[in-house]
């Protein structure tokens, strides 16, 4: 059975920085690219980032480029979000989520996600 | 960007079809899929590539997609399929360009 658990979420000032956690089981990790997608409180889902398999390819959403950082363990089986100079507007569930997709038709989806663990920014 | 427009919300009573549609520009060009989201619960993957289904959900989620409107259809509608539906693309086109429509709120009368 595919699990995703994500950790580190909590109560952190503007400014701080937080890491969030994601430990993978049930699949083989190496083999898949991942992502966190967020959801800031009362609204709709909003794609953060994801990294490719060997982490060859990291791609970042424009509200977090230059702020946050991905990356991953194939050897502990985790994927990470360092997140720094957070901001009020970061506030949100994290989930971690695997993707499947097949470039030659454009498809890129996710079937697979955490529980969500949340990230609030306030001082 | 792409923009994924969904409505805000859809009223069905029960056994009845429920359609939540997704509207983008030339979006029957693209793959759509569609989540499930309840109160408190990670989204769960409901329709892949336009019409697929993963294993597990039941035949009567569908969807379709053409022209500038991606549909996921729900036929005989149950107090258990009250939640929110969201849409997404994949906007290769772009940088990454992984895209979610606003959300629907399904409403079981």
């Known amino acids: 059975e595919v699990q995703l658990v994500e950790s580190g979420g909590g109560l952190v000032k503007p400014g701080g920085s937080l890491r969030l956690s994601c430990a993978a089981s049930?699949?083989?990790?190496?083999?898949?690219?991942m992502n966190w997608v967020r959801q800031a409180p009362g609204k709709g889902l909003e794609w953060v980032s994801s990294?490719?398999?060997?982490?060859?390819?990291?791609y970042y959403a424009d509200s977090v480029k230059g702020r946050f950082t991905i990356s991953r363990d194939n050897a502990k089986n985790s994927l990470y979000l360092q997140m720094n100079s957070l901001r009020a507007e970061d506030t949100a569930v994290y989930y971690c989520?695997?993707?499947?997709?097949?470039?030659?038709?454009?498809?890129?989806?996710?079937?697979?996600w955490g529980q969500g663990t949340l990230v609030t920014v306030s001082s | 960007s792409y923009v994924l427009t969904q409505p805000p919300s859809v009223s069905v009573a029960p056994g009845q079809t429920a359609r939540i549609t997704c509207g983008g520009n030339?979006?029957?060009?693209?793959?759509v899929h569609w989540y499930q989201q309840k109160p408190g619960q990670a989204p769960v993957l409901v329709v892949y590539?336009?019409?697929d289904r993963p294993s597990g959900i039941p035949e009567r989620f569908s969807g379709s997609n053409s022209g500038n409107t991606a549909t996921l259809t729900i036929s005989r509608v149950e107090a258990g399929d009250e939640a929110d539906y969201y849409c997404?693309?994949?906007?290769?086109?772009?940088?990454?360009?992984?895209?979610f429509g606003g959300g629907t709120k399904l409403t079981v009368l």
């Open positions: 989520a695997r993707d499947v997709r097949r470039p030659l038709s454009s498809s890129l989806y996710f079937d697979y």
């Open positions: 030339n979006i029957g060009s693209k793959s």
């Open positions: 990294i490719s398999s060997s982490s060859s390819y990291i």
């Open positions: 590539d336009d019409s």
């Open positions: 997404q693309v994949w906007d290769s086109s772009s940088d990454f360009g992984v895209v």
């Open positions: 049930g699949f083989t990790f190496s083999s898949y690219s």
